[in-house]
Every structure is written in structure tokens, then in C-alpha cells.
């Protein structure tokens, strides 16, 4: 979906900080790679990278990531969308995601949406690659509340998509993008003919240790 | 799929020539645009583009043949996939195309799958463009016995389509494709797991004519 919508980062910070554990959050707006290397010689428990890793610009921006990390956290925590809908209500959201992803990695600046849509194997073999270990995974449905899956694909089909689509120069791989947009209204329709909304497809997680002490 | 599987050419102009038509077909292997340009002034009465639409190397070139075709052909009569799956069990029909025309589209030769991945609405807006107008179009569900669905999927998920990849040089765009592929083969994981089998998408068909009078 768009930066800022449904919620700013403003008014997520604010909704954070008025929680019980509000005051034991320290915000950092920095990059994460910038951060890591930073000259402070913390070392963290637990890192958690919640639905955060498709938004990455580019896969190896995530190893780098995973391996700064690995000398800094104990355990690594990542959660993202699984590409798997156990509920053919949530086929528009992985039609929708690899839209996004189809469109966003063409643009050479700019990209302000889903990059990557990194597949969990590929993250495994990611996190393999940076020297850690994974000790625990699964997928989950979804929970009814969260409504990702309705606002990726109200994005997908939004006129931003649309006019965007003009940054993909080749027809043919135009073409493809536009199948992906099209694929992800035409199952969305199927489903409202049955009274059924678009709902969030699976999410995967995974714990990852160090092999090596953190410093 | 593959050229030439699970039939190849000349088995399947045996098997027509075999037909109670037979005597009464005539097969031209050639280009398309290379034929409807040679000298002949042949008018005929129906051309019907039976799914081959995805096939064309580009979408301008399904353009410059519906013009062609708009001064030969009192009648045109398209079918192509729908990238609709009316039934969950042919989602992972939907996502194989996409699939491989995400990677057929990045090959500059040797093409030889679904190159374009054309939508309904895109192929009506080309036969406008063409000169064409649409008198008659409609989605049918595939019939049972109709296995490119399970074809597709396991081209897709076959070691040619993982080998070639690597035509895909830029990590983003491939990250997309491999996407594309995991998802592919997590929704027929997903259906296996409750004993479905892949069935094919819907097909879309549409009848047009031409606003001149072949000559």
C-alpha cells in the first residue's frame, strides 16, 4: 500500500507510545544498515523484523542486513507474508503483493512499496548465507482484523498503479504487470459475487540464531 | 508448457487430418503476418485465434495481426484464458501464466511459452485499435478434461524453468519471478493437502467483426 495510509508514521509512533510498554521504546528514523554499523557496541536479545523485509530496495540490502545483525542480536525473529492463501479469499492479496512487487522492481528510484515479495525459502537461504540458524518456523492464518489484504489490493487497483505503470518501458513486460493487476481485480470480483470480502493471506515466521557469539 | 508437449506439432495435424474435416484442412506453417501479406486475395469468412493470443512475441505483433486480419476475415473469433479462476482449485493455473510470461517476457530470443499473458480487456482495446468491434463475448469454465492447468504448473515448476532463471539479471526482477514460481507451487501444495487436484481457468471468448468490408 502507499506510505501513510491507513496510518502515518506519526500516528503509529504516537499509538505505540501510549502503550504499557511505551516508554521502553526508543524510535531510531535512520537506515537500518547505517544504524547497525553505528560505533555503539549494543547487543540486542532479540531483533524482530515484522513484515518488513519486502520492503527492502533490493534482496542482497537484506543479507547485508541479516549479517550485520548476526554480530548484534542473539536471536532473530522475522515475520512476513508467506505467498499462500489457505483461504481462496485471500488470493486477490497474492495477486495483489506480487503486482506490487512486479511494478516497484523496475523503478530505479522512488520505490515506495512492496520490492521484493522474498519468498520464505528465499529468506531461509538468505539468513543461511549470513550465518545464522533457524531454530523455529511456521505459518499462520492470518487474524480477521488485519486488513492488509484489502488495502493492497485497493492500492494495486488505485489510479497511482496505474499511472505508475508507465515506468515499465518494454510492452511485453508491461503486459505482465498489467495481467498481475488484472488477475488480482478479476479474483476480487469473484469473490464479491459471492458476498465474500478480500481477506490476508498466510504469514510465515521464522527464529534464527547466531552461529557465531554476538560481540 | 513446453513446444511439443504432451503432443507435438505433427501429432496433432494427424489427429485433425484424421478428423471428419480433415480433407477439407490445409496447414500453413509459416508466420502469420508473412501469410496475411503474401499476394492472395482470399476473403474468409471466420479467422478464429484459438489460444494462441499468449503466444505472439510481443503485443504490438497480436496488434499488426488483428489489422491484417480486420481486411481478410468478415469475422474474428478469439478464445484466450481469462486469468480467472472461478474455482479455487485452478488458482495455481493463474499464477503459473503469470509465471512464465514473467520470465518468457525478459528474453530477447527462444522464446517459447507464454510471452505476453494478454488480459481480456487488453485484447478488446487492441482489436479497437485494429478496427475490429466486439459483438459477442462471454467466460466459460474449462471443461474437466482440459489439463493445461496441470501442465502449466508443472512446467513451471520443472527444472527448464528453473534454469532459465538466470536470463533475469537484475535480483529485484528476478526475486519477482521466483515469487511467482514459490507461489505457484504453494497453492498447489495447499490443494494437494486436501486432495484437489489443479483444474484449468476460465476461458474468455469474444466475437468481433470488422468496421470495413474486407476487400
Redesign the interface.
Given at each position: 500500500m502507499a506510505p501513510g495510509t491507513p496510518f502515518n508514521l506519526q500516528q503509529t509512533h504516537a499509538h505505540l507510545r501510549a502503550s504499557a510498554v511505551g516508554d521502553r521504546i526508543t524510535f531510531h528514523r535512520t537506515d537500518p544498515l547505517d544504524f547497525l554499523s553505528s560505533a555503539t557496541d549494543a547487543v540486542y536479545d532479540v531483533a524482530v523484523l515484522a513484515h518488513c523485509i519486502w520492503y527492502f530496495?533490493?534482496?542482497?540490502i537484506v543479507v547485508d542486513t541479516l549479517k550485520a545483525l548476526s554480530v548484534r542480536a542473539k536471536r532473530i525473529c522475522i515475520a512476513e507474508y508467506?505467498?499462500?492463501?489457505?483461504s481462496?479469499s485471500a488470493?486477490p492479496h497474492?495477486?495483489a503483493a506480487?503486482a506490487h512487487?512486479?511494478l516497484?522492481?523496475?523503478k530505479t528510484e522512488g520505490k515506495n512499496n512492496i520490492?521484493?515479495?522474498?519468498?520464505p525459502?528465499?529468506i531461509k537461504e538468505m539468513a543461511t548465507e549470513a550465518g545464522l540458524v533457524l531454530v523455529e518456523e511456521g505459518v499462520l492464518n492470518a487474524p480477521a482484523k488485519m486488513l492488509d489484504g484489502q488495502w493492497e489490493v485497493s492500492s494495486v487497483l488505485g489510479k497511482v498503479f496505474e499511472e505508475e505503470l508507465s515506468v515499465v518501458k518494454?510492452?511485453?513486460?508491461r503486459?505482465?504487470v498489467?495481467?498481475?493487476r488484472?488477475?488480482t481485480r478479476?479474483?476480487k470480483e469473484?469473490l464479491a459475487q459471492t458476498g465474500v470480502k478480500v481477506t490476508t493471506m498466510d504469514v510465515w515466521h521464522g527464529v534464527f540464531v547466531t552461529t557465531t557469539q554476538p560481540r
Open positions: 530496495a533490493k534482496p542482497s508467506a505467498l499462500v492463501a489457505s481462496p488470493f497474492v495477486l506480487l512487487a512486479s516497484e522492481c523496475r520490492c521484493t515479495a522474498l519468498t525459502k528465499r518494454d510492452e511485453g513486460e503486459s505482465v498489467e495481467a498481475l488484472y488477475a478479476a479474483s469473484a
